[in-house]
């Protein structure tokens, strides 16, 4: 699929490695719709991005709330008139234990709460925006692409009950896609980041950063930028479908 001219809509939009992506499309003269919780950073990507000589639109919606979704994604069919692509990448990370407990007492566990919400943007965002784009591309009758933001995570990590399997399942609904959705001509593939210099990773203590980056290989975070290339390179690349991208600099969970 060519990124020129073609129209790619983009969850968590507004900042960090949505941005990265749009600005990186953008300057391939993709036609954006950035989709975003928050509507100020939204104005602000869209502000930051009109250099570009291309058509670049914003959504303010919630990728957990089924009605906000659809609406969107219709509003996104009557703008633009097509899609051709969606990048899957809004999330958020709400950390914590399972459970803490010492000598046989139980001090504290992980709460519904703090388990649903990382679910439901992460999980139930993914599937609810998958689900209407590829309804658009194959009402269009138009071949796609459904790029997925997994995470290295997805193996299991301390401290991220709720975000590993959140991307677990994110990573799982990827290939179920590419097999149900290659009969319409979408692809459906992933990538699972490792630590990306974007502020869900430069807010963590100082400490814990710096002994993350002592245990990559290749010596430092990822930059958006590489995220942003990786994209693109799946957009184009018409053989890729139903795998999970590895961009961790070679440290594997
Ligand atoms: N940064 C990393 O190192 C890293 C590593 C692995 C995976 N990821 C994944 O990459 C994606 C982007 O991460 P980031 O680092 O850019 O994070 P970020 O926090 O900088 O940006 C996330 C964006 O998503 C938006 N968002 C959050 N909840 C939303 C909702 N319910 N509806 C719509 N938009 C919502 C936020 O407003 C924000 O603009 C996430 O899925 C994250 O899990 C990031």
Redesign the pocket.
């Known amino acids: 699929m060519q990124v020129h001219n073609n129209v790619i809509a983009i969850?968590?939009?507004?900042?960090?490695?949505?941005l990265a992506i749009a600005e990186h499309l953008a300057q391939q003269g993709a036609k954006l719709a950035l989709?975003?919780?928050?509507a100020g950073?939204l104005e602000a990507a869209s502000a930051k991005l009109a250099d570009y000589q291309t058509e670049i639109r914003i959504y303010a919606?919630?990728?957990?709330d089924e009605a906000q979704v659809e609406q969107t994604f219709n509003q996104i069919q009557q703008d633009f008139g097509q899609l051709h692509a969606l990048i899957n990448?809004?999330?958020?990370?709400r950390d914590g234990m399972f459970i803490k407990a010492k000598d046989g007492v139980v001090s504290q566990k992980m709460s519904l709460s703090q388990w649903q919400s990382v679910i439901d943007?992460?999980l139930t965002?993914t599937f609810l925006c998958g689900r209407e784009a590829a309804c658009k591309m194959i009402e269009n009758a138009q071949p796609g692409c459904i790029i997925n933001?997994?995470?290295?995570?997805r193996a299991g990590n301390i401290g991220q009950t709720n975000?590993s399997a959140s991307?677990a399942g994110v990573a799982a609904m990827t290939v179920t896609w590419a097999k149900e959705l290659a009969r319409f001509g979408i692809r459906s593939v992933a990538i699972?980041?490792?630590?990306?210099g974007?502020?869900?990773?430069l807010s963590m203590k100082p400490e814990a950063l710096s002994k993350i980056e002592g245990m990559i290989p290749a010596g430092r975070l990822?930059t958006?930028q590489e995220i942003a290339h990786t994209v693109a390179y799946l957009l184009e690349n018409d053989y890729m479908n139903g795998r999970v991208i590895e961009m961790d600099g070679g440290l594997r969970l």
């Open positions: 969850t968590g939009g507004a900042q960090g490695l949505g989709i975003d919780l928050n950073q919606a919630n990728v957990a990448n809004a999330g958020i990370t943007v992460n965002g933001i997994s995470s290295i995570s975000y991307k699972a980041p490792g630590f990306i974007t502020d869900m990773v990822g958006p």
